[in-house]
């Protein structure tokens, strides 16, 4: 989801994700967060379009906007491990 939202992968990805700003006509607490699609099948819901978005949007801030690649891991790292062990 980094890449996708740097557009560093190909322009294919890149029009599978959708804001919530474009999908709602009014302000919304989460406009700026992906739009995660609505889906009933178990096999869906745990594909790449629907837990990329789930996991990406409840990632900080901080972490989503940090510079590169590498520092974005070692803070999502830190994110993950600090849930686990709080």
């Known amino acids: 989801m980094y890449k996708l939202t740097n557009k560093i992968?190909?322009?294919a990805?890149?029009?599978e994700m959708t804001l919530n700003n474009a999908i709602h006509q009014h302000n919304t607490r989460g406009a700026?967060?992906?739009h995660v699609s609505a889906c009933s099948l178990q096999t869906r819901k745990q594909s790449?379009?629907?837990m990329g978005p789930r996991?990406?949007?409840n990632i900080p801030q901080?972490?989503?906007h940090v510079a590169?690649?590498?520092t974005f891991k070692n803070e999502y790292k830190k994110v993950v491990y600090s849930q686990?062990?709080?």
Do not use: R, S, T
């Open 55 to 57: 996991v990406w949007n």
């Open 48 to 50: 790449i379009a629907i």
């Open 32 to 34: 700026m967060l992906i």
């Open 9 to 11: 992968i190909p322009n």
């Open 13 to 15: 990805f890149i029009g």
């Open 68 to 70: 590169c690649l590498q």
């Open 84 to 86: 686990v062990n709080p």
């Open 62 to 64: 901080e972490v989503k």
